[in-house]
């Protein structure tokens, strides 16, 4: 069975510095691999998805990296803004399945 | 409207009620999904409809009955619910269930409080 861990739960930065999200999942068979961003009590915001056969993934300031052999994934925020603060999920998706696996994710907030 | 809508957004309900959670997709999409995300717990898929056909059910309780009428809608009609349901409920939508690039589009969620 899928499992998805994201390390660290929580990470508190001033603004302005460069981060990484952690993802790592034990089952490397995987489709792809999803970054979501969610605010409090709100749906999620997809970010990035990256297919097995990727390496990276780029958008804005958002860089997703995927090491399939080794079970992980990270997400660079490069110049963090107090807009960032949000929780942030990794799912994967397994092949053959339609299923999304999600991590418990971790709680980011950026300090004006 | 764009996206996954849901409504409501907030539902109080108590455990005798029945209501029902709507969700649209105006994506062109043919696969939906009912996830529940519950309080410090990471999301739990509970149904995938693929071309209105329930493809998926993740041994949800009976007292969680979806329903989808068409590729742009899905229902969750709720019945006799637990204290323990009480959780964020989210549809997401993509262009197919299966895949390799079934990118999911998420709604907005409905906050449902079981008294």
Redesign the interface.
Known sequence: KQE?TQIPAALSVPEGENLVLNCSFTDSAI??L?W?RQDP??????LL?I??SQREQTSGRLNASLDKSSGRSTLYIAASQPGDSATY?C?V?QGGS????????TQLTVLP | ETGVTQTPRHLVMGMTNKKSLKCEQHLGHNAMYWYKQSAKKPLELMFVYSLEERVENNSVPSRFSPECPNSSHLFLHLHTLQPEDSALYLCASSQVAGGKNNEQFFGPGTRLTVL
């Open positions: 998805v489709y792809n999803q979501f009590g709100k749906g999620l915001t997809s998805l297919q097995s999920l799912a998706r339609r299923q999304l696996t999600f991590g418990s994710g």
